[in-house]
């Protein structure tokens, strides 16, 4: 609306310029020109020829010749019939001028513009454009700006987990190693990079991972993910003995609504008995079930998705554990909100699509 | 909303130029008319300009809305590149040749308010309806307003080779150039409807002929550098079919300037001054044709759109046949010219046009005969630079040889042995330094010092002229200087366009001759010898630029003279488009340049590098510069030029 309002606006000052242009000069009394130009300009060819003449750039005799010819030009000029019409123009054709002018302009606008898109400079619009962005688009975008400015510590931070979920472990380790030389080393960042180089080494523990995990836990006393790691690979090792006391230190960081925390317990229990499941497994595969049922049919937090995931993962129900991840994926779009299961996912070779 | 209200600013443009081009066609000798069609004629400036600037906007604040943005620009883009990728493509190109267009019908219309008032509207309306097909065919076939919903995140860059300051420089002034040259067209069409074809025509359109000359010439020589220090093969013209497009209409714009001279002065050429000012227009629209077709690839096809093509062969055969059918209808009503014998100015500027329409006939055959032969047979055959070396050499020697002889002739009847006798002293000096130049190259035989030859002669004639005008060594030296300056500025401006050329062509002779080239792999560490310079290889680093990654390569070069200066040229990746772009390094040495160009990396860590020793290289566009500053010189005169004639002997005797 408010672009045919401007057009409008712009075309009332253009045809009214128009207009008054006209009607003014055409009022005014002729100018210099109306009256035989060309006369004019044998005259003033005339006085170039006399003050030539009179500098001594001319000799006499030329200056008669030149201007003898200037004669015979006048005087063939004389003859010439006046070309022009003086009489006004009639205002309904001045009116039929400009009204076609208005209709063809907004016929042709109208036919080919599209007034009604606003415009949307880039500043103006960062957030609509990423939701509406495909993965891989996104990822070149990140890419792209990373390589013209390589200290964007943003633009590492947000990378590093979508390579974890695409799979590119070794893109997602220099993306987190990018993150600690410029802005220092965490906990956190230190655990992402063992899980990084675990998943690189096909899910192997051994070595670098390991050592960053208990580098993490030391660095940060309330830090849950490093410590989940450490007791798990004791627990995988079979070393039960210094597992127990692992898992219990866990269990005593969490608040009580953590997704892990079944798991914990579970796992504890596992160590507790040296081996041997507490729980039978089809009791839990019921109970999963059970879960799962009630998240499909009628939804749940972000949490029990999560848990679902692990615990379909956990019985080794790869397909099981796809569906649900697709499913919470699904039920919660916004990925900002669901890092830990992507986390979780990309650590286990689930895929987003 | 800026978008779309550019967008609308150009229909009504388009709305306002098609009105005012039937109205003054059919309302000419209506005197009232004038007023309205001046009035239209800077609306119609006014109304591009913004649609113009709309489109800058949305450039600049990387609006992708904007589908030409989208394609042509990115976000990371320097401001500079982000502006001129606004006419680094088809679509936005042709609205800058519109904006100039009406510039030019706008420059009319407030300056011509001296002319008579049939002739006035007729020019306009032509103007206008020029304006008009070009504006059509921009918004019908190459709209460049188009718009994308949803807006995509990021554009695609704008093509590497043309983010460079050659694009902000290069194609305004060419089309400026280009354009120009529609102002005369439409003086000539006017006249042959008007019956208005005398000397005061011809005055009239004086500047718009030099305006439009020295801007192709800029337009032509920027063109030439860019091309030059951007491709990184090392020359500065090849005879594309591109080049060509642009330097046809020069010639026969050339050549226009100096009939159009003939005709202020004399009255006489008057035929072949209209016929001139068509044909340097046609070429230009030829050129565009050519170009924006698609029927030819170079650097600067954008897009390949036969539509597009096809359009534009329309209204290349309308313009040009239709002014044509009237040159033929109206030319027996036109009076002949003054007379005049043939050794004398006039028959000397009738040689030099016929010269400059037969190169570009040369050129113009060379250009387009393989793509008439593709058309016909299927055959495709390229015509290179040999055929264009060959043809326009052939027909520039002799116009050189006479072009000094020229000035010193008069007017209606000339005194051959008495001009020739006053350029003595300049064809002696110039063969003098032609012999020097052959010595001092080692004595060997070639074209080369009678090319030098023809250089001196055109520049020391040019000078020769001048001293002659000030009667040099015939008076004391103070009575000379104070002639000297007292000149015309129309004998500055010629003698300075002369010597210009002189200039150019022993840049270009010396250039060719004498350059060496030097084509290796090299270690870091290691050096090489070209023309007594050295050039040490320091190696290759990688750096960041806003929207490239690159190769820096280092070099040391030692002068004959020991001084010592680090050049760097490089290997750039952009981006977006991963298109990579090589940048030479060139060190200027006086006149002549070292020019160093980074080829591929090897495996065994050396790298290829290029390097060529160009002597008095950059003389060639030193002497455009001259020349364009001879035709600004011109434009600042606004006196009236009279040709006396020298009057004839037996009526001098009898006086």
């Known amino acids: ?353 | 909303m800026g978008i779309e209200l550019g967008h609308f600013a150009f229909s009504l443009a388009f709305a306002l130029a098609t009105v005012s081009a039937l109205a003054g066609l059919l309302l000419w000798r209506r005197a009232a008319l004038t007023p309205y069609l001046q009035q239209a004629s800077i609306i119609q400036f006014l109304l591009v300009g913004a649609a113009f600037a709309s489109l800058i906007q949305a450039f600049i604040v990387s609006d992708f809305s904007l589908k030409l943005a989208k394609e042509h620009s990115f976000s990371a883009q320097p401001l500079l590149f982000k502006i001129t990728a606004v006419w680094g493509n088809h679509e936005g190109s042709m609205v800058l040749w519109v904006l100039i267009l009406v510039i030019m019908g706008a420059a009319v219309a407030a300056f011509g308010r001296n002319l008579p008032r049939d002739l006035l509207s007729l020019v306009l309306a032509i103007q206008s309806l020029i304006a008009a097909a070009f504006l059509g065919f921009t918004l019908f076939t190459s709209n460049p307003f188009l718009r994308l919903d949803p807006a995509p995140f990021e554009g695609a860059d704008l093509n590497p080779i043309l983010q460079d300051i050659g694009l902000a420089i290069h194609p305004p002034l060419l089309y400026a150039g280009y354009v120009g040259f529609s102002v005369c067209f439409s003086f000539a069409a006017a006249a042959l409807i008007s019956g208005r074809l005398d000397a005061a025509w011809a005055r009239w359109v004086r500047p718009w002929t030099l305006l439009s000359w020295t801007f192709l010439t800029l337009g032509i020589a920027m063109g030439s550098y860019w091309a030059y220090y951007e491709l990184g093969w090392g020359g500065w013209w090849f005879w594309d079919p591109v080049e060509n497009a642009s330097f046809m209409p020069w010639l026969a714009g050339t050549a226009l300037l100096h009939s159009a001279l003939v005709m202020e002065k004399r009255s006489a050429l008057k035929i072949w001054t209209v016929f001139l000012a068509i044909i340097t227009f046609s070429l230009s629209l030829l050129g565009t044709f050519m170009v924006r077709s698609g029927i030819l690839t170079s650097v600067h096809a954008f897009a390949t759109d036969p539509t597009r093509g096809v359009v534009i062969l329309i209204l290349l055969s309308l313009f040009i046949g239709g002014a044509f059918a009237l040159f033929a209808a109206r030319v027996g009503t036109l009076r002949a010219g003054g007379l005049f014998a043939p050794i004398s100015r006039e028959g000397a500027l009738i040689l030099n046009n016929l010269l400059l329409a037969s190169s570009a006939a040369a050129v113009l055959v060379g250009t387009l005969y393989p793509l008439i032969l593709d058309a016909l047979t299927g055959e495709t055959i390229s015509v290179g630079a040999p055929f264009f070396n060959l043809t326009f050499g052939a027909i520039m020697a002799p116009l050189l040889v006479v072009l000094p002889l020229g000035p010193f002739l008069s007017w209606k009847r000339a005194d051959f042995l008495g001009a020739a006798q006053r350029l003595a002293w300049a064809a002696g000096l110039a063969l003098f330094f032609a012999i020097l130049a052959f010595a001092l190259t080692g004595a060997s035989v070639s074209l080369a010092p009678l090319g030098l030859l023809l250089g001196f002669w055109v520049a020391l004639g040019a000078l020769a002229e001048l001293a002659d005008r000030a009667h040099l060594f015939r008076t004391t030296i103070m009575t000379s200087l104070r002639r000297l300056i007292g000149l015309p500025k129309s004998a500055w401006s010629s003698a300075l366009a002369h010597f210009g050329l002189g200039v150019s062509v022993i840049g270009i002779v010396a250039a060719t001759a004498w350059q060496a080239e030097e084509i290796t792999t090299l270690a870091p560490g290691s050096s090489v010898t070209i023309d007594g310079y050295t050039v040490d290889f320091g190696g290759v680093t990688q750096q960041q630029g806003p929207n490239y990654a690159a190769d820096v390569a280092s070099f040391t070069i030692t002068a004959p003279d020991g001084g010592k200066r680090i050049a760097n040229p490089e290997r750039r990746a952009y981006t977006a488009s991963g298109m990579p772009t090589t940048e030479a390094a060139i060190e200027t040495y006086g006149f002549s340049q070292l020019y160093l160009q980074l080829g591929e990396p090897q495996t065994d860590g050396k790298s290829v590098v290029r390097i060529w020793y160009k002597p008095f290289v950059t003389l060639i566009w030193i002497g455009t510069l001259f020349m364009a500053a001879a035709g600004f010189l011109s434009l600042s005169n606004r006196r009236l030029r009279v040709g006396a004639p020298r009057p004839a002997r037996t009526r001098v005797a009898t006086e």
Not at chain 1, 65 to 73: I, P, S, T, V
Not at chain 1, 134 to 160: H, Y
Not at chain 1, 186 to 210: F, H, S, V
């Open chain 1, 1 to 353: 609306m408010l672009t045919w309002l401007l057009a409008l606006l712009v075309t009332a000052i253009a045809l009214a310029a128009l207009y008054f242009a006209g009607v003014t000069r055409g009022v005014n009394a002729p100018d210099a020109a109306d009256e035989a130009p060309e006369r004019v300009h044998l005259r003033r060819q005339l006085d170039e020829i006399d003050l030539d003449a009179t500098m001594g750039r001319l000799g006499p005799a030329e200056a008669t010749a030149a201007k003898a010819e200037l004669a015979r030009e006048a005087i063939r000029l004389k003859d010439a019939p006046s070309r022009t019409r003086p009489e006004a123009l009639r205002p309904t054709l001045v009116g039929l001028g400009l009204a076609l002018v208005a209709i063809l302009g907004f016929g042709v606008y109208g036919a080919l513009g599209r007034p009604h898109l606003p415009s949307s400079p880039l500043a103006t619009r960062p957030d609509k454009s990423v939701q509406n962005m495909n993965l891989d688009d996104a990822v070149s975008q990140i890419e792209a700006r990373l390589k013209q400015a390589p200290d964007d510590l943003r633009g590492w931070t947000v990378i590093a987990p979508v390579y974890m979920q695409l799979g590119r472990f070794a893109d997602a380790e220099h993306a987190i190693r990018r993150q600690i030389d410029l802005d220092g080393i965490t906990a956190d960042r230190e655990t992402d990079l063992g899980e990084a180089i675990m998943m690189k080494q096909g899910g192997d523990m051994a070595n670098e991972p390991m050592s960053l995990f208990e580098s993490a836990a030391n660095r940060d006393p309330a830090h849950w993910r490093s410590r989940y790691y450490i007791a798990t690979n004791a627990t995988q090792k079979g070393d039960y003995a210094a597992a127990v006391p692992l898992w219990e230190a866990l269990i005593a960081l969490a608040k009580g609504d953590e997704s892990w925390l079944i798991n914990a317990k579970a796992a504890l229990e596992f160590a507790k008995s040296g081996g041997k499941p507490q729980m039978g497994n089809d009791q839990i595969a019921t109970m999963v079930e059970g879960l799962s049922e009630r998240l499909f049919s009628g939804g749940g937090t972000i949490d029990e998705w999560t848990r679902l995931v692990r615990s379909r993962l956990v019985l080794g129900q790869t397909d099981e554990a796809q569906k649900a991840y697709l499913a919470a994926r699904a039920a919660y779009p916004d990925a900002s909100v669901r890092t830990e299961l992507d986390v979780l996912a990309a650590d286990s070779g689930l895929v987003a699509q």
